[in-house]
Nanobody
Framework: QVQLVESGGGVVQPGGSLRLSCEQT????????MGWYRQAPGKQRELVAQ???????NYGDSAKGRSAISWDSGENSVFLQMDNLRPTDTAVYYC??????????WGQGTQVTVSL
């Protein structure tokens, strides 16, 4: 069984920073991509950032210039550094991983709240 466990969410003031972490536990799986999505109340889930095993990464419009994704392939862990956070970044952030043989997997989500 593949599980993704997120950590690092919390409450931060506008302009602050957070670093989200996601670790894969359970069966050893080879992923072709890992990433982060977010979902705010009443809105659809959207891409924040994704990184491929090739090293190529892409970012959603809301994250460009303020976020950096990195992947420790040896540990099957993915990290998201977010800076200059805004109240509009408030959402549940979900870790995502894609395996060519085991399909797509999601974490349970971690809440990020940007507020004074």
């Amino acid at each position: 069984q593949v599980q993704l466990v997120e950590s690092g969410g919390g409450v931060v003031q506008p302009g602050g920073s957070l670093r989200l972490s996601c670790e894969q536990t359970g069966s050893i799986v080879s992923f072709s991509a890992m990433g982060w999505y977010r979902q705010a109340p009443g809105k659809q889930r959207e891409l924040v950032a994704q990184i491929f095993s090739s090293g190529i990464s892409n970012y959603g419009d809301s994250a460009k210039g303020r976020s950096a994704i990195s992947w420790d392939s040896g540990e099957n862990s993915v990290f998201l550094q977010m800076d200059n956070l805004r109240p509009t970044d408030t959402a549940v952030y979900y870790c995502n991983a894609i395996s060519p043989t085991r399909g797509t997997h999601w974490g349970q989500g971690t809440q990020v709240t940007v507020s004074l």
